[in-house]
T-cell receptor
Framework: SQTIHQWPATLVQPVGSPLSLECTVEGTSNPNLYWYRQAAGRGLQLLFYSVGIGQISSEVPQNLSASRPQDRQFILSSKKLLLSDSGFYLC?????????????FGEGSWLTVV | AQKITQTQPGMFVQEKEAVTLDCTYDTSDQSYGLFWYKQPSSGEMIFLIYQGSYDEQNATEGRYSLNFQKARKSANLVISASQLGDSAMYFCAMREGAGNTPLVFGKGTRLSVIA
């Protein structure tokens, strides 16, 4: 069966420091991968999505970037964190192009920028 | 413009009663899908139910059913026989077009089940 792992689960970072969140999917190939962010008490905001290696679509201009160095690996990065980057980051995956494909989420990463 | 609107920030329901969570959507696509997710306090996002725009029957999954009214562009979630464990945030989401496009989420409704 397919599983998704995301780490670290929690981190506290100072303003101006770098960030790297990693997400790995197991049990499937060529997944569609997504990064969402959820600010406290808010809905989910799409940050990036990828339909294949090296193919990244950015939805929101910001100081974050994403990379997909391997088929089942999706990394969210920042060179210099801002206070407004604090939130709950969720990696997600789906497979194929059928409209009913469900998106499944990882456990999430809580980021606090201080 | 908001693509997904959830007008109820919070809802209360008595245990064992049914509750309806509202969701309206906005799209000009003919092919789209509607999803509901549950987010407990732990933060994980749990898929509950899916309805395709061409599906004629309302989707059902156990105690969850989706009241799909295409002309009114609404996709309300109905939870029957509420349980204490149903207390959580509930998000409505939509995908337009192909299945590799992202979901767009509403702002959510916090459901509290009272004993």
């Amino acid at each position: 069966s397919q599983t998704i792992h995301q780490w670290p689960a929690t981190l506290v970072q100072p303003v101006g420091s770098p960030l790297s969140l990693e997400c790995t999917v197991e049990g499937t190939s060529n997944p569609n991968l997504y990064w969402y962010r959820q600010a406290a008490g808010r809905g989910l905001q799409l940050l990036f999505y990828s339909v294949g290696i090296g193919q990244i679509s950015s939805e929101v201009p910001q100081n974050l970037s994403a990379s997909r160095p391997q088929d089942r690996q999706f990394i969210l990065s920042s060179k210099k964190l801002l206070l407004s980057d604090s939130g709950f980051y969720l990696c997600a995956w789906s497979v194929g192009t059928v409209g009913g494909n469900t998106i499944y989420f990882g456990e999430g990463s809580w980021l606090t920028v201080v | 413009a908001q693509k997904i609107t959830q007008t109820q920030p919070g809802m209360f329901v008595q245990e064992k009663e049914a509750v309806t969570l509202d969701c309206t959507y906005d799209t000009s696509d003919q092919s789209y899908g509607l999803f509901w997710y549950k987010q407990p306090s732990s933060g994980e996002m749990i898929f509950l139910i899916y309805q395709g725009s061409y599906d004629e029957q309302n989707a059902t999954e156990g105690r969850y059913s989706l009241n799909f009214q295409k002309a009114r562009k609404s996709a309300n979630l109905v939870i029957s026989a509420s349980q204490l464990g149903d207390s959580a945030m509930y998000f409505c989401a939509m995908r337009e077009g192909a299945g590799n496009t992202p979901l767009v989420f509403g702002k959510g409704t916090r459901l509290s089940v009272i004993a």
